[in-house]
């Protein structure tokens, strides 16, 4: 129940973003036409992509829902994953080369800006929503880090699209400040290249907030690691229980947002018969997943090293 609450509740910030961007793309190209300005075209391209990411993100988050089959025995959690992997992709080249593009092209062939207060009103909209939008994703961060820092957190945190939908929305409040100074810029000096130059500064922030969340995303999408804190309790609880000697090996997989594989191998005292053996492993199953609801499949194996010398031995 909670892994579903914390995949209704991303969704939330999603769909909120979402709302966010479609005013903002409205009212942008609204302006871009207004003005003539580069930099706010660049802009109204960035939001449309960023309404079309925030739908893959939100198509990821309702196949991460579905329930395990027999093609897919853990699982559909990682398609979150693959669709912030995509998200980043279209930010990257919808959004970011497209910028690049817009900046060189209007470089080359410049052209005056007009109709200034279109283009002021437009941005300064933008940035609030776009700002509230940001705090919002801060103040959830915030939440769920911990004591570990922010940044620590974006590297380490298994949330793939509150880390996507935070990268896409502090991106584009950059880059409306950008924007809203080249077009200041290009009004007071009469030069539309400063217009240009903010198109083009936009776009290398859109390529470069990318290429970190696709990095980021990548490690996930192939198989990563969950919280340490999970291979640290395991071995607490086996450190405490009385028939466990040791953990031998922990092996943690991040299968989705809150789904978690957990793979144990544990030495236990000599001598235990079946029965035991297999009492304790239900009390350690029960203890971690008591302390980490997140585990939702959890596989131990005892060593049976002993059972198998004493077999070779009889040979």
Not at 78 to 102: H, P, T
Request: charged fraction near 15%.
């Amino acid at each position: 129940m909670g892994n579903q609450s914390a995949k209704n509740h991303g969704a939330g910030h999603i769909i909120q973003s979402l709302v966010v961007n479609l005013l903002i793309t409205v009212s942008k190209g609204i302006a871009a036409v207004f003005t003539g300005s580069g930099s706010m075209l660049a802009e109204t391209i960035h939001s449309a992509a960023d309404c079309g990411n925030q739908g893959l993100l939100l198509m990821g988050v309702k196949q991460a829902q579905r329930p395990p089959d027999a093609k897919h025995p853990l699982g559909y959690g990682r398609s979150v994953y693959f669709w912030s992997f995509m998200v980043a992709m279209l930010l990257f080249s919808l959004g970011g080369m497209f910028s690049i593009y817009e900046g060189f092209h209007k470089f080359s062939h410049p052209e005056p800006v007009h109709n200034i207060g279109w283009g002021v009103g437009v941005l300064l909209f933008s940035i609030a929503l776009e700002g509230y939008a940001t705090i919002s994703n801060i103040i959830e961060i915030r939440k769920r880090k911990g004591a570990r820092g922010f940044m620590q957190y974006l590297q380490e945190t298994k949330d793939s699209d509150l880390v996507i939908i935070f990268g896409e929305n502090a991106a584009a409040v950059l880059g409306l400040f950008i924007a809203l100074i080249s077009l200041l810029a290009a009004s007071y000096t009469g030069d539309p290249r400063f217009d240009a130059t903010g198109s083009l500064v936009i776009g290398f922030i859109l390529v470069g907030v990318a290429i970190f969340l696709s990095v980021e995303v990548k490690s996930l999408l192939i198989g990563e690691s969950a919280d340490p804190s999970i291979d640290y309790i395991a071995r607490e609880i086996a450190f405490r229980h009385p028939l466990i000697q040791e953990v031998i090996n922990c092996i943690t997989i991040q299968q989705g947002p809150g789904e978690v594989m957990v793979c144990v191998k544990i030495k236990c005292l000599p001598n235990l018969t079946a029965p035991e053996i297999s009492s304790l492993i239900n009390e350690f199953e029960h203890q971690l997943r008591f302390n980490c609801p997140e585990v939702r499949w959890l596989y131990v194996e005892p060593d049976l090293q002993e059972w198998k010398d004493k077999i070779s031995a009889s040979k």
